[in-house]
């Protein structure tokens, strides 16, 4: 049998890793968006923080407009993944509901690059930017409020505009979270939680367990 080519070997090599190399270039990508923000960032510091080549980044992304896309994409599932998880440990629409608003702060306050990146570089960039983190927020809403309404069908709650209710705590948490990534108040994160929690449960006539009847350390 004749031997593969020496260009047909390279081609296979390049092949399999293509997803590792996209990887790493999203990655350096958080990384530099985060630190120099959108518009002061080039597609060479991308290039230079992934250590690959300008051919690598344009082979998987068009532009930086397209990376920056692509990296809220990303971030967004991973969220959404996380926050899914949480979830699907408890029993009970406002165990689940509540489980949604713990695991939302607890990601970002340990990720705080994610957060300044979905909430603050990719705020008034565009239409295209602006559609895309709306549909990010519509589906967090979403989340909430198919628990909420479940809340409201098992009478854990009184009924309520749900679609409204969902929307208004996602903006109350997304002002905390901006809050605290450009004053670093509270420190850490996770201290806004019991009071948020409390406010936001009794805006649902929910009732408000404290973190010891729940079961949190």
């Known amino acids: 049998m004749p031997r593969?080519?020496?260009?047909?070997?390279v081609g296979k090599v390049d092949g399999r890793a293509r997803p590792q190399t996209r990887e790493r270039i999203l990655e350096a990508a958080a990384e530099v968006f985060a630190e120099k923000g959108y518009y002061a960032t080039a597609v060479d510091d991308i290039v230079k923080a992934s250590n690959t080549s300008k051919g690598s980044f344009y082979n998987f992304f068009p532009s930086k407009q397209a990376i920056f896309l692509a990296l809220v994409d990303r971030l967004d599932k991973r969220v959404v993944e996380r926050i899914e998880a949480a979830i699907a440990k408890e029993r009970g629409a406002l165990r689940k509901v509540d489980a949604a608003l713990r695991a939302f702060l607890d990601d970002f306050a340990r990720h705080r690059r994610l957060a300044r990146i979905l909430l603050i570089e990719a705020a008034g960039l565009g239409h295209a930017f602006n559609e895309r983190l709306f549909a990010l927020h519509t589906r967090f809403a979403r989340l909430v409020q198919k628990h909420l309404q479940s809340a409201v069908d098992e009478g854990s709650i009184p009924p309520i505009d749900?679609?409204?209710?969902?929307?208004?705590?996602?903006?109350?948490?997304?002002?905390?979270?901006?809050?605290?990534?450009?004053?670093?108040?509270?420190?850490?994160?996770?201290?806004?939680?019991?009071?948020?929690?409390?406010?936001?449960?009794?805006?649902?006539?929910?009732?408000?367990?404290?973190?010891?009847e729940r079961g949190q350390p």
């Open 4 to 9: 593969s080519s020496k260009a047909e070997n």
């Open 162 to 212: 749900t679609e409204l209710a969902a929307f208004a705590w996602l903006g109350a948490v997304n002002e905390v979270v901006l809050r605290w990534l450009y004053t670093g108040k509270p420190e850490p994160l996770e201290k806004a939680l019991p009071e948020l929690r409390t406010l936001l449960l009794r805006s649902i006539g929910a009732p408000v367990e404290t973190e010891k």
